[in-house]
C-alpha cells in the first residue's frame, strides 16, 4: 500500500495533501512549488458559441469543471463574476499542471489555498506512519524537509529546530502555545498537521467558512454547502444528500473490492500451483531422464556421445519450463502486489467517517478498482503458459543405423482448431472461415473441409498453414458444414467442431472486366457495358450459376443503327470476339428492332415477332433446378422455354458492338409466368 502513499513530486509520503479538479493529490507544498500564473480562456457558461461543435454532455463537462481538452478548472470568480468559469483573458490566472495526468489545473483567487485538503489520506498516511514508527518531517522547510523535533496544538504544524525559531518564537503571542513532542502529537492527532480529533469534525464549505457542507453537487462532482446552493453557482444542477452520497459510492466501492478482493485470492491460489509445477517438472524431468537413460543403454556403444546431447535437449527444456513457470510466478507476484496495495488502500479509505473527504477519492478509487479487477482478465495471467508434461518420446525401434539420426518425436497429434464463428462469414456465392489452432499443440498445417451444400460428404478445399480461408464458386441457396483440423509430423489431429453458413438466396453479381473481351468499356461499377468496335464482343459475369433459379434483366440505354445484340449464358471460357452463341459453349437470344432468334452452337432456332429500342427491357430467366433457359421481353414472356437440359456451371453473358450500350439489374425476383407453366404441363 506504501505506493499510494506517496506524492507523484517529492516522492516522499504525503504531508498535508490537497486534492485536484483532476482527483489527483499533491503535497501542499509540492501544489506549491508547481503553481504559476497563465493566461486562460474567457468563456460565459450561458454562451456556448465558442464551442459549436459540442454535444450537450461536454457543455456540462464546462460546469463540472472536467473537459476532455486536458484542462481541469476550480471555479474562481466572486458572486460578481458567478457566470464565468474563467477569469477575463486580460487578468492572469493561477494555474498547475497536474504532474500524473498533465491536466492544466486553474485555480482560484486564494491558489493553493482554495484546494480542499485530502482528509482522508491525511487519516491513512498518519495511521501508516504510527504502525510504522516513521519520521515526521517539518512542514515548513521549503526544500529537503528535515526531521520535525515539536509540533505546535495550537497552530498544527510540525517545526524543526531551524523553522520554530524563525517562525515560532517562544515570546510575544505564540509564547502560550503547547509545543509537544512529534511523537507525543500523533498520540493525539491521527495526521500529520491535525492536533484535534479531526476524523469526527465534520468538514465546512472553502467558500463559505461558516458553513457545513451537507449535500453533494452530482454535476461538478464536489461537496457544496446551502449558501453554495443560493449562490446559484449550482443552479439546476442535481444534488445529493452528502451522507446518501456518500454511502452509495462506498456500496459500489465494496463490491467492487469484492471482485478485486476474489481474483487476488485466485491469484494467490494460482501462484501455489504454479510453484508446484515447478516441483511437477522436476518430478517429470527425473522420470524422463531414467527413461530416456534405459532406452540408451540398450545402445552404449553406438549412442553414447548421442545420449549426452538428448539429456542436454531434456535439460534445456526443462529450464526453458522452468524459467517460464518462474516468469508466470513473478507477474503474477507483481499483480498481486499491486493487488493487493490497492486493496489495503481502498480498505483504508472505507474506513473514513467524514463523507465530504471520502467522495473526493471515492469515484477516482472506484474506477481504478474496477479497471484493475477487468486488467485481471485482459491480461490473462491465471491461465498456465506450459505444462509439466513432456510432450517428447524416444523412439527406440529403429535400426541400429538409423542411430546417429536419433531424435525426439512428438508424443501427441495436434489438438482441434477452434473456429471463430465471430469471423466467419457468407457473401453471394462465397464463404470465409476463420479459426485458431490448440493453444498447447504444436502445428504444422490445417485442413478445411466443406460438404456439399446438401448434407453429403466432406470434401478438402484447402490446405496450409494459414487460418483463414475464404471458397469461391459455391452454390447459391446452400447451406455449407465447414469444419477444420490440424496435423504435425506426429499425424492429424480431430476435428473442430462444425460450422454452418448459408449462401445467398439470389445471385448478386457484375459484369466481369478481367475475362471480357479488350474492346468492351465499362462503366456504372462494371453494371453499364458498351463497345468500341462494330464487330461482336462478349462479356460475361464475375459469378457463375450450377444450382438454383437466377433471373436477371438487360435495359437498353441507347440502341443506333438497328444492331443485333444478344443475351444468355456461357461456359467460362466462351470466345469473346463472335456473337454469343456462335460456338458450343454460348445460348442466347439475338434481337433487333422487329423480331429475335434464339441461337446454340450456330444454330437458329424458333423466329419470334417483337423487337427491342431505347428503354426496353430484356429478362433471362435460367432454372437449374428444371436445367431450362428462358427470356422475357418488356416483363412478358418471349418465345418458348427455348434452351434444355442445362448441365454444369454459367455465366451471364452478353454480346454487342458499338451502336449498343446496356444496363443489368441482378438479384431480382423470379417472375410468375402461368404460360409457361401451362406449356410445360402440355408437353
Known amino acids: 500500500m506504501e505506493e499510494e502513499l506517496h506524492c507523484p513530486v517529492c516522492r516522499c509520503l504525503y504531508n498535508d495533501p490537497v486534492v485536484l479538479s483532476c482527483s489527483h493529490s499533491l503535497c501542499v507544498t509540492c501544489a506549491q512549488s508547481l503553481q504559476s500564473y497563465g493566461q486562460p480562456m474567457s468563456v460565459q457558461t450561458d454562451d456556448f458559441s465558442a464551442f459549436p461543435e459540442c454535444p450537450e454532455s461536454d457543455r456540462f463537462s464546462l460546469y463540472s469543471c472536467e473537459t476532455d481538452s486536458g484542462v481541469c478548472v476550480n471555479y474562481c470568480g466572486s458572486a460578481n463574476s458567478r457566470n464565468q468559469l474563467f477569469p477575463h483573458s486580460e487578468t492572469l490566472c493561477l494555474k498547475l499542471a497536474c504532474p500524473v495526468c498533465n491536466k492544466n489545473i486553474f485555480l482560484r483567487e486564494k491558489g493553493i489555498n482554495s484546494l480542499p485538503r485530502n482528509r482522508t489520506l491525511e487519516t491513512i498516511v498518519a495511521r501508516y506512519s504510527e504502525g510504522r514508527n516513521l519520521q515526521v518531517k517539518c512542514q515548513l522547510c521549503e526544500r529537503n524537509p528535515v526531521e520535525a523535533t515539536v509540533f505546535c496544538e495550537q497552530c498544527e504544524v510540525f517545526y524543526c529546530d531551524k523553522c520554530r525559531e524563525s517562525c515560532h518564537p517562544s515570546r510575544g503571542p505564540l509564547a502560550k502555545h503547547n509545543l509537544v513532542s512529534p511523537n507525543a502529537a500523533s498520540g493525539k492527532s491521527s495526521l500529520p498537521g491535525g492536533g484535534k480529533s479531526k476524523g469526527n469534525r465534520l468538514s465546512t ?18 461537496p457544496v454547502c446551502y449558501q453554495c446552493l443560493e449562490d446559484g453557482r449550482h443552479y439546476n444542477h442535481d444534488v445529493k444528500a452528502l451522507g446518501a452520497m456518500a454511502k452509495t459510492l462506498k456500496t459500489d466501492l465494496s463490491q467492487a473490492l469484492t471482485l478485486l478482493s476474489d481474483k487476488a485470492r485466485q491469484a494467490k491460489d494460482f501462484i501455489s500451483e504454479l510453484r508446484k509445477v515447478i516441483d511437477d517438472i522436476q518430478t517429470s524431468t527425473v522420470e524422463f531422464e531414467a527413461s530416456l537413460v534405459a532406452q540408451c543403454d540398450q545402445l552404449i556403444e553406438t549412442i553414447k556421445q548421442r545420449k549426452e546431447q538428448l539429456l542436454n535437449d531434456v535439460t534445456h527444456e526443462r529450464d526453458f519450463k522452468v524459467k517460464m513457470v518462474k516468469d508466470h510466478i513473478s507477474e ?49 495471467l491465471l491461465e498456465h503458459h506450459v505444462v509439466a508434461e513432456y510432450d517428447l518420446t524416444l523412439d527406440n525401434t529403429s535400426a541400429i543405423q538409423a542411430i546417429e539420426q536419433l531424435n525426439f518425436i512428438q508424443m501427441k497429434a495436434p489438438g482441434p482448431p477452434m473456429i471463430l464463428t465471430e469471423q466467419c462469414s457468407a457473401e453471394n456465392n462465397s464463404v470465409t472461415i476463420s479459426w485458431q489452432p490448440d493453444p498447447i499443440s504444436w502445428v504444422e498445417g490445417f485442413v478445411l473441409e466443406l460438404d456439399d451444400g446438401c448434407q453429403g460428404e466432406f470434401r478438402e478445399v484447402y490446405c496450409g498453414r494459414e487460418t483463414v480461408c475464404t471458397v469461391d464458386g459455391l452454390h447459391f441457396d446452400s447451406t455449407y458444414n465447414c469444419r477444420v483440423k490440424a496435423y504435425n509430423h506426429a499425424g492429424e489431429g480431430v ?50 450459376f450450377s444450382r438454383g433459379v437466377h433471373y436477371w434483366e438487360i435495359v437498353i440505354d441507347r440502341y443506333d443503327n438497328h444492331p443485333d445484340p444478344a ?16 460456338d458450343d459453349k454460348s445460348w442466347s437470344i439475338y434481337i433487333d428492332n422487329t423480331r429475335s432468334w434464339f441461337i446454340h452452337n450456330n444454330e437458329h432456332s424458333d423466329r419470334t415477332e417483337g423487337g427491342i429500342g431505347v428503354k426496353a427491357v430484356v429478362g433471362v430467366l435460367l432454372d437449374l433446378e428444371k436445367h431450362t433457359l428462358c427470356f422475357y421481353l418488356n416483363s412478358k414472356p418471349h418465345g418458348p422455354i427455348t434452351f434444355r437440359d442445362l448441365h454444369g456451371v454459367f455465366y451471364p453473358a452478353i454480346s454487342l458492338n458499338r451502336n449498343v450500350q446496356v444496363t443489368v439489374h441482378s438479384g431480382l425476383e423470379i417472375p410468375v409466368d402461368t404460360d409457361t407453366e401451362d406449356e410445360e404441363e402440355e408437353e
Open 567 to 582: 443475351f444468355g449464358i456461357a461456359r467460362y471460357d466462351v470466345a469473346k470476339d463472335t456473337m454469343l452463341g456462335k
Open 205 to 222: 464549505c472553502g467558500e463559505h467558512v461558516e458553513e457545513t457542507l451537507s449535500m453533494f453537487c452530482i454535476v461538478c462532482r464536489v
Open 495 to 544: 476435428y473442430s467442431e462444425t460450422v454452418c453458413l448459408q449462401t445467398a438466396e439470389v445471385a448478386w453479381f457484375s459484369l466481369d472486366p478481367s475475362t471480357a473481351h479488350p474492346d468492351i468499356m465499362f462503366s456504372n461499377d462494371n453494371m453499364t457495358v458498351t463497345s468500341n468496335s462494330y464487330d461482336d464482343r462478349v462479356v460475361i459475369g464475375n459469378v457463375g
Open 332 to 380: 503474477c507476484t507483481n499483480k498481486v502486489r499491486q493487488t493487493t496495495g490497492l486493496l489495503e488502500f481502498s480498505i483504508e479509505v472505507m474506513k473514513e467517517t467524514d463523507p465530504a473527504s471520502f467522495l473526493l477519492v471515492a469515484n477516482s478509487l472506484l474506477k481504478r478498482v474496477e479497471a484493475t479487477e477487468k486488467s485481471w482478465k485482459k491480461e490473462m
